[in-house]
């Protein structure tokens, strides 16, 4: 498993006008909207869902149920969620995050793995590095 940092908008110094204008307002120039994305890849190559960790305290902070794309990623499993952490608006992985994605992402990819192979024990024990 690896977790990388993404901006989504980040600040900039740069504007687009018309050459010669008086007035350029900049919108938005100190907001920054960044997620921490949990990737994770088994043993025999495949790659399990993804986790998006936004920063904030609320489901508010996620992106819309409607947003482009949304559907499918959710068909494929991937896991949002919200950091809740100590330092206002961090998306950094949290405790909360890593439990939701041991039991969104890594214990669902156990039993399935478990349910496909007959020669596995019901019980069969896994090993995350």
Known sequence: MDQQGKTVTGGTNQTFHD???????????DEKRAYTLAITSTASGKFLPMQQIWGGTTPRVLPDRDADGMDEAI?????????????????????????????NIYAPYVKRTIEEDPDLDEDQKSILL
């Open 19 to 29: 050459i010669g204008a008086k007035q350029v307002d900049i919108i938005a120039k």
């Open 75 to 103: 068909r494929y499993g991937f896991d949002f969620t919200f950091a809740q952490g100590g330092k206002k608006g961090s998306h950094f992985s949290t405790f909360k995050t890593m439990k939701e994605w041991m039991k």
